[in-house]
């Protein structure tokens, strides 16, 4: 039976790294991939990409993740690049097919959005296949957040995969019993896969109300916050490194604002969005 998994084990430094340090890394990130220009996105995004190769994960464990990214990324600088964005814009290539001029500016908004799309979904394959359900649960809440926070967090997590691996298990029994949902025909694919996955969702919908019961009977409660006993503290290292990284991402959004009120030439297109 295929199942779904999100956490692989492993001995990494990403392994190893605090889970609240994770989260706090992750969002700093993101704000730098946000506001970079998207000349300075590209190393950022190859130290990601080198990270998630470190943490000796193996690409078939998120291949798939990967493979429902990429039409969005190969699709985001085409879209962009086909109309031009001022006056100034000037073509720098075409569409083989349709020959349709492709404009500069527009090429690079959407290699800009795909370096932010893309640096995101590796920082998250990196935080869901280094992170335990447990230790996800409680990082938000050794931050200061309510710990229902941490808590939906992980339960959303945790039952991403079931129903996937429930789902695929009908696909099986599907295929064995003679549909197939793989002819000529998208449309028919679609359709067929549609009949299934609909159902499972209302099913799984329909058990939120037992999840609860289920919950409040072993004394789960959002008022009182459990202890705080298996996560260790930070490192002054994670700490320098959060702090650090803050800094940066907090300093970049400010030049940014800067550069929204005081227009002009700035160096690696700084002042382009």
């Given at each position: 039976?295929?199942?779904?998994?999100?956490?692989?084990?492993?001995?990494?430094?990403?392994?190893?790294?605090?889970?609240?340090?994770?989260?706090?890394?992750?969002?700093?990130?993101?704000?730098?991939?946000?506001?970079?220009?998207w000349?300075?996105?590209?190393?950022?995004?190859?130290?990601?990409?080198?990270?998630?190769?470190?943490?000796?994960?193996?690409?078939?464990?998120?291949?798939?993740?990967?493979?429902?990214?990429?039409?969005?990324?190969?699709?985001?600088?085409?879209?962009?690049?086909?109309?031009?964005?001022?006056?100034?814009?000037?073509?720098?290539?075409?569409?083989?097919?349709?020959?349709?001029?492709?404009?500069?500016?527009?090429?690079?908004?959407?290699?800009?959005r795909?370096?932010?799309?893309?640096?995101s979904?590796?920082?998250?394959?990196?935080?869901?296949?280094?992170?335990?359900?447990?230790?996800?649960?409680?990082?938000?809440?050794?931050?200061?957040?309510?710990?229902?926070?941490?808590?939906?967090?992980?339960?959303?997590?945790?039952?991403?995969?079931?129903?996937?691996?429930?789902?695929?298990?009908?696909?099986?029994?599907?295929?064995?019993?003679?549909?197939?949902?793989?002819?000529?025909?998208?449309?028919?694919?679609?359709?067929?896969?549609?009949?299934?996955?609909?159902?499972?969702?209302?099913?799984?919908?329909?058990?939120a109300?037992?999840?609860?019961?289920?919950?409040?009977?072993?004394?789960?409660?959002?008022?009182?916050?459990?202890?705080?006993?298996?996560?260790?503290?930070?490192?002054?290292?994670?700490?320098?490194?959060?702090?650090?990284?803050?800094?940066?991402?907090?300093?970049?959004?400010l030049?940014?604002?800067?550069?929204?009120?005081v227009?002009?030439?700035?160096?690696?297109?700084?002042?382009?969005?």
């Amino acid at each position: 039976m295929r199942r779904v998994r999100l956490y692989h084990g492993a001995d990494s430094w990403l392994h190893r790294l605090h889970p609240s340090a994770k989260l706090v890394l992750w969002v700093f990130l993101a704000l730098l991939l946000a506001f970079l220009p998207w000349g300075l996105k590209v190393p950022v995004f190859l130290a990601l990409v080198v990270a998630l190769w470190s943490t000796q994960v193996p690409l078939g464990h998120y291949r798939l993740i990967i493979l429902l990214a990429t039409p969005v990324i190969v699709v985001a600088p085409l879209l962009n690049g086909l109309w031009p964005s001022s006056e100034s814009d000037h073509a720098v290539a075409a569409l083989p097919v349709l020959d349709w001029p492709l404009f500069y500016e527009g090429l690079r908004r959407g290699i800009s959005r795909d370096l932010l799309i893309g640096g995101s979904t590796v920082m998250t394959i990196i935080l869901l296949t280094t992170t335990e359900l447990h230790d996800f649960a409680e990082a938000p809440t050794y931050l200061g957040a309510p710990h229902v926070v941490g808590f939906t967090m992980a339960t959303v997590m945790r039952y991403i995969p079931e129903v996937s691996t429930f789902l695929l298990t009908l696909y099986d029994v599907q295929e064995a019993r003679g549909v197939d949902f793989y002819t000529r025909n998208p449309a028919t694919n679609f359709v067929r896969r549609t009949n299934i996955l609909i159902p499972l969702l209302i099913f799984q919908l329909s058990q939120a109300s037992r999840m609860s019961n289920a919950l409040e009977s072993r004394g789960f409660q959002i008022a009182r916050a459990p202890t705080l006993y298996s996560l260790r503290r930070l490192t002054m290292r994670e700490k320098a490194a959060c702090v650090l990284i803050g800094l940066v991402a907090i300093v970049v959004t400010l030049l940014r604002a800067y550069v929204l009120v005081v227009p002009g030439e700035y160096p690696f297109e700084f002042g382009t969005f």
